[in-house]
C-alpha cells in the first residue's frame, strides 16, 4: 500500500470520500472492503491508504451512500455520488494477461482472468480452469492453489436482451456445500444492486441442510426477490424466460427436447425484474468463502448446452 490524499472545496456536513484503485480490469474499494470512507478534514483535506493499481479515484459521497466493493465502471454522479475524480497511475504499467475466448454452442465467450467479491466472499480466477471439450461441452472447474480456490468463469461477448436463456448442465449433485455454480445475465455498469442481474443459482452456501438450488432478481435480500428450491441429481435444463417486468425461471429434469424431462419448479417473478440493455450471459463456478462448510475439493462442472431464443 501506499498514501493517498487530495482535496475537496465545497463539502456538506457529513459528505465523505470513497477511495477506489484499479486492477485487472476491476475497481476495487480502498484501503480495505471493512473502512470503506475516508474522513475530510476540516481543512478540506483528506489521506489514506491505498493499494496500488494503474488507476484511482475518489468519489465525494452524501452520508448513507453504499459504495460497491468492486465494479467494472465507477459510480457516475447521481444516488448519492456528488462528484467522481480519477487519476492514472504513474510509471510502467504491469502487462495485461491474454484474453482467453473459447466458442461454446455458438457463441464466442471470454474466460475471466480478474478476481471478484460477490456473495461476500472474495474469489480468485484461472482461465485454465474453463475449457471446451471435443464434443463442444463447457467444462468449468474450482482448484486449489495455495491456500485459495482458483474459480472459473465465461462471459458472452454481446448483449442479447429479451428472450428465453436456457442452459443444459451434467449432474451437479456431488457439489459439495459452499460450491456455487451460478447463470447469470450482469451488467458490469451501475451499482451492485443495479446489474440487470437475474440468476440460477446451485448452491448450499456453505450449509448441507439447505435448499440447493435458487432463482434471484437481485437485491437478493429483498424477500421477494428470490425463490428456493431442490433439484435432483442427473441432467438439468434451467431457463430464463425474460421480458419487460417479467421473469419467468424454470427446471426440468433432463436435457429439453428429451423423450420425458420432468418439471421441477416454476417461478414467476414480476416485481423488480430489471429492463434489458448492456447485460452479458456469465456462467461462473466459484466457492462462497463465508459458509459453515469450507470446501475440501477441487469440483468441475460441464455445460453442454447454451441456448437463446429471442422475444417475438
Not at 476495487?28 to 484511482?56: A, C, M, V
Not at 423488480?272 to 475439493?297: C, E, H, N, Y
Not at 477441487?298 to 437463446?308: I, M
Request: hydrophobic letters at 35%; charged letters at 20%; aromatic letters at 10%.
Amino acid at each position: 500500500v501506499e498514501t493517498i490524499e487530495g482535496r475537496a472545496t465545497g463539502v456538506a456536513p457529513a459528505q465523505q470520500i470513497v477511495l477506489y484503485a484499479k486492477s485487472e480490469d476491476l475497481w476495487w474499494i480502498q484501503p480495505f472492503t471493512d473502512k470503506p470512507y475516508t474522513k475530510i478534514e476540516r481543512n478540506s483535506t483528506w489521506k489514506n491508504q491505498t493499494h496500488l493499481g494503474t488507476e484511482y479515484a475518489a468519489l465525494l459521497v452524501d452520508p448513507g451512500y453504499r459504495p460497491p466493493q468492486t465494479t467494472e465502471m465507477l459510480p457516475s454522479v447521481g444516488a448519492g455520488v456528488v462528484a467522481v475524480k480519477v487519476a492514472e497511475g504513474t510509471g510502467p504499467a504491469p502487462a495485461l494477461p491474454p484474453v482467453k475466448t473459447l466458442h461454446f454452442s455458438g457463441y464466442d465467450w471470454t474466460v475471466r482472468t480478474a478476481g471478484s467479491y460477490r456473495g461476500g466472499s472474495h474469489n480468485s480466477f484461472d482461465p485454465a480452469n474453463a475449457w471446451t471439450d471435443d464434443k463442444g461441452a463447457l467444462h468449468l472447474s474450482v482448484t486449489k492453489r495455495g491456500v485459495d480456490w482458483m474459480c472459473s468463469e465465461v462471459k458472452l461477448t454481446r448483449s442479447l436482451g429479451y428472450g428465453t436463456y436456457r442452459f443444459t448442465i451434467r449432474d451437479t449433485s456431488r457439489l459439495e456445500p459452499s460450491t456455487v455454480l451460478s447463470m447469470s445475465t450482469w451488467d458490469g455498469v451501475g451499482s451492485e444492486d443495479n446489474r440487470r442481474e437475474l440468476d440460477v443459482e446451485i448452491s448450499r452456501w456453505g450449509n448441507s441442510a439447505n435448499e440447493n438450488a435458487q432463482y434471484v432478481v437481485q437485491p437478493y435480500y429483498i424477500p421477494v426477490n428470490i425463490a428456493r428450491f431442490i433439484v435432483p441429481a442427473g441432467v438439468l435444463t434451467e431457463s430464463i424466460h425474460w421480458e419487460p417486468a417479467r421473469a419467468t425461471f424454470s427446471t426440468l429434469a433432463g436435457p429439453r427436447g428429451s423423450s420425458a424431462p420432468r418439471p421441477v419448479n416454476e417461478h414467476v417473478f414480476t416485481s423488480a425484474v430489471p429492463s434489458a440493455g448492456g447485460d452479458a450471459v456469465r456462467i461462473t463456478l466459484s466457492v462462497f468463502g463465508k459458509g459453515q462448510i469450507p470446501q475440501k475439493q477441487n469440483a468441475e462442472v460441464v455445460v453442454d448446452k447454451f441456448e437463446y431464443l429471442p422475444s417475438c
